[in-house]
């Protein structure tokens, strides 16, 4: 979703809420920490440079239950990061919020709530790598290899 998708949607809310991958809520007193502006210039395995930006949210929640985060009130908080920042309306909105580490999100709409979606790495330069452009990495968490070591017992 854009920044422009973002607002536009925004608009025509009066509640905020956002869910996690799993289907939970996070809490209506979230705070919405920081709007920022990310560049990223990298090189990709197949050596061909690259430059990327996106706008992020940060959420947080603390026990400041009376918090309620109204859609005008970010939406003013946006128009004066846009200024402040520079914001492109096309760039993709990323928002963070803490789970076992600071995850990272794509974010969707459906339904009058903001969907908070899975994130994927990718091989950028699959031609040069011999992967089919059509390739799905689909590994999750049950397709991991525990370690066969263990502390002390100098296998490694």
Known sequence: MTLQEFKNQLNALTHLQFVLPNGKLIPDYFHITEVGKETREYMDCGGSLRK???????????????????????????????????????????????????????????????????????????????????????????TLVEPTCTPGSNCC
């Open 52 to 142: 990327e930006e996106v706008v992020n949210f940060q959420l947080w929640c603390a026990n400041d239950y009376d918090h309620r985060l109204k859609p005008k009130k970010l939406s003013n908080i946006i128009r004066l990061s846009e200024s402040k920042l520079n914001l492109n309306p096309d760039c993709e909105v990323e928002v963070e919020y803490q789970g076992m580490t600071i995850e990272t999100y794509k974010l969707g709409y459906d339904n009058g709530l903001f969907r908070l979606l899975a994130a994927k790495t990718d091989c950028l330069a699959k031609d040069q790598c011999g992967i089919p452009d059509d390739f799905q990495n689909d590994v999750d968490e049950a």
